[in-house]
């Protein structure tokens, strides 16, 4: 499992294989590991945010989601949900 480091100017969603500028941050804790106050952040584009909020929500990790400080407007993700194929690797 890759762990790519995080720069503030090209965060990319977390899904495997998902190279889209990531616009929401998924906050999670997993209690048999982590104290309480513990978070951890997952990425997520407009596509891969209800995929990969519904994996952490069925756990019971997810504690909240939160836009990306500096992202598109809504109308704006909305119109560019699309990803591009042709462009991903395994
Ligand atoms: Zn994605």
Redesign the pocket.
Known sequence: MTHPDIAADALV?S?RG?R?PARWALRWNNPRLHTPERRKTWL??A??RSSLGEFLDARGFLREVAPLAGSPTLEEWTRTTESQPGEREE
Do not use: G
């Open positions: 969603c899904a998902c889209a997520a584009c596509t891969h």
